[in-house]
């Protein structure tokens, strides 16, 4: 049974720096895209950036360009959204999702907090 759970949430100050985690277990990791979304209250999910098993990876957000990376660990099976100068529009929930390229099924985690704030 397929898993995704992230970590490494939490508190930080405006300008700070967060590395959210994603652990993917129970099925083949080459074969999924994984990505992370956020949502923070009262607005719908944004794709924040994916990641595929040949090495690419996007960023979809124009604010997020240049201080957010995605990376994928392919002997762990994990991949990290590496957040840099975070502002308070940064802070939501943020979640990863498996999506499986042969059968096209998601999978997603329970998510993890992060707020910025002074």
């Known amino acids: 049974q397929i898993q995704v759970v992230e970590s490494g949430g939490g508190l930080v100050q405006p300008g700070g720096s967060l590395r959210l985690s994603c652990v993917f277990s129970?099925?083949?990791?080459?074969?999924?895209?994984m990505r992370w979304y956020r949502q923070a209250s009262g607005k719908e999910r944004e794709l924040v950036a994916a990641?595929?098993?040949?090495?690419?990876?996007?960023i979809y957000v124009d604010s997020m360009k240049g201080r957010f990376t995605i990376s994928r660990d392919h002997v762990n099976h994990v991949v990290h959204l590496q957040m840099n100068s975070l502002t308070p529009e940064d802070t939501a929930m943020y979640y990863c999702?498996?999506?499986?390229?042969?059968?096209?099924?998601?999978?997603w985690g329970q998510g993890t907090q992060v707020i910025v704030s002074s």
């Open positions: 999702e498996a999506y499986d390229l042969w059968s096209r099924s998601t999978y």
């Open positions: 129970g099925g083949t990791f080459s074969r999924h895209v």
């Open positions: 990641s595929t098993d040949g090495g690419g990876s996007t």
